[in-house]
């Protein structure tokens, strides 16, 4: 327990159980990951409110909501190997961490990951593998991925991507141009190999920055 305890129940409470998060194993690690320490000094006080937060180098950490919804699209049970594009901060990597065997995680920025790393490293989480690079290639070496999660916006699905995943694997990511006309998309490879793809609703994702 911190001294932001009971704030972080009540941001799960309202801004995620409720609305329509609803997988207990997403809404409970919520409820125990201390996002006031992703967040820059100045921003501290702000951090249990369901809003995205600036975190340096023109990005942000996403709003509560959208990562309790977009974690529970991917339906862990505890046993998958996950890819995550976009570091960032590294709050959405520690529940990721939480919620499923193995992490491999890729971010553009050295002075993101170096912090994000550090602190995954001080709250005890084992099970992430880091890459600096561009996530448009996702990760080949350790593919295939039972679920990715991209946390900025591409402006078309990522090829390689579509191909690291597994067979019953799910990929969920913004996709569109800059802040207008992005929408959520999930694609689900069924065990035999089809995709299907759905059009979820709007967010707003920063770039996935083209190398
Ligand atoms: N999930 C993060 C959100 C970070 S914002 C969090 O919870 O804090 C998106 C991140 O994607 C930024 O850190 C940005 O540097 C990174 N990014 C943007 N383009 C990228 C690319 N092509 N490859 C890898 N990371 C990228």
């Known amino acids: 327990m911190d001294e932001f305890a009971a704030e972080r129940l009540r941001m799960v409470a309202e801004g995620l159980a409720g609305r329509d998060v ?3 194993r997403v809404l409970q690690a919520l409820r125990e990951i201390p996002r006031h320490r992703f967040v820059p000094p100045e ?4 951090a249990y409110a369901d809003t995205p937060l600036p975190i340096g180098a023109g990005q942000t950490i996403s709003q509560p909501y959208m990562v309790g919804k977009m974690t529970e699209l991917l339906a862990l049970t505890g046993a998958e190997r996950v890819l ?3 570091t960032g901060s590294g709050y ?3 529940l990721l961490c939480r919620l499923a065997a193995r992490i491999y995680t890729v971010e553009r920025l050295p002075e993101l990951q170096q912090r994000a790393l550090a602190l995954l490293a001080a709250l ?3 099970n992430v593998t880091a890459r600096l690079g561009d996530g448009h290639q996702g990760w080949p070496e350790e593919a295939p991925f039972d679920a990715i999660l991209v946390t900025a ?6 090829p390689a991507l579509v191909t690291q995943l597994a067979p019953g694997g799910r990929l969920v ?3 569109g141009e800059r802040w207008s006309r992005q929408v959520l998309v999930r694609l689900r490879r069924a065990p035999t190999g089809e995709l299907t793809r759905e059009e979820l609703f709007p967010v707003s994702f920063v770039p996935l920055v083209a190398s």
């Not at 921003?43 to 702000?46: E, F, I, N, S, W």
């Open 173 to 175: 990511l913004p996709v």
């Open 124 to 126: 005890g989480q084992t």
């Open 153 to 158: 916006a591409p402006t078309e699905v990522p």
């Open 84 to 86: 995550e594009i976009g």
């Open 92 to 94: 959405q990597t520690a």
């Open 22 to 24: 609803r997988d207990p």
């Open 43 to 46: 921003q501290r006080v702000h």
